[in-house]
């Protein structure tokens, strides 16, 4: 199976910054206006697959790329988005970066998408709860 992840190193057009392991480039569906998402040249599916030469070299060019995304953009931020599993698109790990202000952030965005209250600060025995059924899969 052709992976369009992998056929991005080819699409000059598309190509803000390439370095070693990695590509920053345009997003092909840009949700905003300076949509970019960080992609490993080599295929890769999980982060777990990454040397850890390849994981600096990536996580680099996040910080580079959020940073020319606020100045270009004018914005007080970048929003930095992963899917695994379920909602990833493409079998191939990538990162989307997207130019914010604030009130258009994390929480804002997947307050309004679950409908969930902005700020809702959770018990200590709910946290406990949490915690306790996360680290049972640990």
Not at 71 to 77: E, L, T, V
């Amino acid at each position: 199976m052709e992976c369009n992840l992998c056929n991005i190193k080819n699409e000059e057009y598309r190509i803000i910054k390439k370095t070693k392991h990695s590509i920053c480039c345009v997003n092909l569906e840009p949700i905003i206006e300076g949509h970019v998402m960080i992609i490993p040249i080599n295929h890769k599916k999980s982060y777990s697959e990454f040397t850890p030469e390849e994981a600096q070299d990536f996580l680099n060019l996040i910080e580079e790329s959020s940073r020319i995304l606020r100045k270009a953009y004018m914005k007080q931020g970048a929003l930095t988005i992963v899917n695994h599993g379920v909602n990833q698109s493409q079998e191939h790990i990538h990162l989307h970066i997207m130019p914010v202000n604030e009130k258009e952030g994390t929480r804002d965005i997947l307050c309004n998408f679950f409908n969930v209250p902005y700020r809702q600060k959770a018990e200590v025995e709910q946290l406990t709860n949490i915690k306790k059924h996360i680290i049972k899969f640990n």
